[in-house]
T-cell receptor, first 117, second 110 residues
Framework: DAGVIQSPRHEVTEMGQEVTLRCKPI?????LFWYRQTMMRGLELLIY????????DSGMPEDRFSAKMPNASFSTLKIQPSEPRDSAVYFC???????????????FGNGTRLTVT | DAKTTQPPSMDCAEGRAANLPCNHS???????VYWYRQIHSQGPQYIIH???NNETNEMASLIITEDRKSSTLILPHATLRDTAVYYC???????????FGPGTSLSVIP
């Protein structure tokens, strides 16, 4: 089990540029979550998917942010245009439903550290 | 989800037991207590969860009070590698979202 894989590990870009963060969940997991972490706001849930369908995007800060999950093994989080206040560590996590009632704990990737200058 | 309250920081001597408290006075009957930790620059890592009985695994023990209004995560022999932020979360296991609070920053001191 390779775990949740995120790329790139680090991204430095200039304000106004488009940024795309990538995530490969654990095989067989049907839930995928995107979180953002900053010193000021801690870990914030941005959006999550179930079976590739976005379920709750209420945490997405504004229209500049978009997320897609074209298949069960890949998701992207895009910021266009990027701004300095988007600088943060972005985490992807996956989980699965063990049975009718229970979800498994979340498994996190190691994150992408985004710096927008 | 019910809210939790944790001390912002704690110290523990290496080799001693680290006891991390969590208050969840508004927890409902079908909500579990989960613990995660985040070592610097890594993603959060699941540790343990429980409903009302005490639980133990290879990483830690979880003690939940009889009224379920509080719990304690115990790391029996803390090492320097246990220095991390520890998050206590309550949620229904059928509930998809996991919302993190500020957690407790544990420093294990040589």
């Amino acid at each position: 089990d390779a775990g949740v894989i995120q790329s790139p590990r680090h991204e430095v870009t200039e304000m106004g540029q488009e940024v795309t963060l990538r995530c490969k969940p654990i095989s067989g997991h049907d839930y995928l979550f995107w979180y953002r972490q900053t010193m000021m706001r801690g870990l914030e849930l941005l959006i999550y998917f179930n079976n590739n369908v976005p379920i709750d995007d209420s945490g997405m800060p504004e229209d500049r942010f978009s997320a897609k999950m074209p298949n069960a093994s890949f998701s992207t989080l895009k910021i266009q245009p990027s701004e300095p206040r988007d600088s943060a560590v972005y985490f992807c996590a996956s989980s699965t439903r063990r049975d009718r009632v229970h979800n498994s704990p979340l498994h996190f990737g190691n994150g992408t550290r985004l710096t927008v200058t | 989800d019910a809210k939790t309250t944790q001390p912002p920081s704690m110290d523990c001597a290496e080799g001693r037991a680290a006891n991390l408290p969590c208050n969840h006075s508004t927890i409902s009957g079908n909500e579990y207590v989960y613990w995660y930790r985040q070592i610097h620059s890594q993603g959060p890592q699941y540790i343990i969860h429980g409903l009302k009985n005490n639980e133990t695994n290879e990483m830690a023990s979880l003690i939940i009070t009889e009224d379920r209004k509080s719990s304690t995560l115990i790391l029996p022999h803390a090492t320097l590698r246990d220095t991390a932020v520890y998050y206590c979360i309550v949620r229904k296991t059928s509930y998809d979202k996991v919302i993190f609070g500020p957690g407790t920053s544990l420093s294990v001191i040589p």
